[in-house]
């Protein structure tokens, strides 16, 4: 039985003789709340569309890279239609800010999440329409209509 009390009192000294650390409570204080680093979520980066749309057009790896495939819309001439695919593209090398307007008539509609894009000439059968989304932070070219009747 005093092998007993030796040991008990032997550890209460061992106890006591320890120095509390940042990571240990005093007696008589609460034990500190464990707080965690949650990383905070970044909102995706929405890509520009302006500097998007200027590489679209002059860069031909990056335009089939953002042509949202099976692509909505026709390429239609007084003889066929065709449905656009990786094989019948041509790319696409005229923004609509510097199409010809003694020519064409031209139209355009920019929304957060949109861009379309239309150029005809009246009576003629020649109209091209193209809608660009936003998906997933990037621009993405969704529809284009070729038409020349």
């Known amino acids: 039985m005093n092998t007993r009390i030796i040991i ?4 209460c000294c061992a106890i006591a003789a320890c120095k509390p650390t940042a990571k240990t409570a005093k007696v008589g204080e ?26 679209f057009h002059t860069d031909s790896l990056f ?24 094989k019948n593209w041509l790319m696409i090398r005229t923004r609509i800010y510097d199409v010809d307007k003694t020519q064409y008539k031209v139209s355009y509609n920019k929304t957060d999440k949109t861009f379309t894009e239309r150029v ?17 932070g990037k621009w993405w ?8 009747n």
């Open 8 to 11: 008990v009192a032997l550890a």
């Open 30 to 55: 609460k034990p500190a709340a464990k707080t965690e680093k949650v990383a905070a979520k970044k909102p995706a980066a929405v890509e520009n569309f302006d500097s998007f749309y200027d590489r």
């Open 63 to 86: 335009q089939i890279s953002r042509v949202k495939f099976p692509i909505e819309g026709f390429c239609v001439s007084s003889d066929t239609i065709a449905k656009w695919s990786t």
């Open 120 to 136: 005809w000439i009246e009576n003629a059968g020649l109209v091209t329409e193209c809608r660009f989304e936003l998906i997933g």
């Open 141 to 148: 070219l969704v529809y284009l209509q070729d038409e020349n």
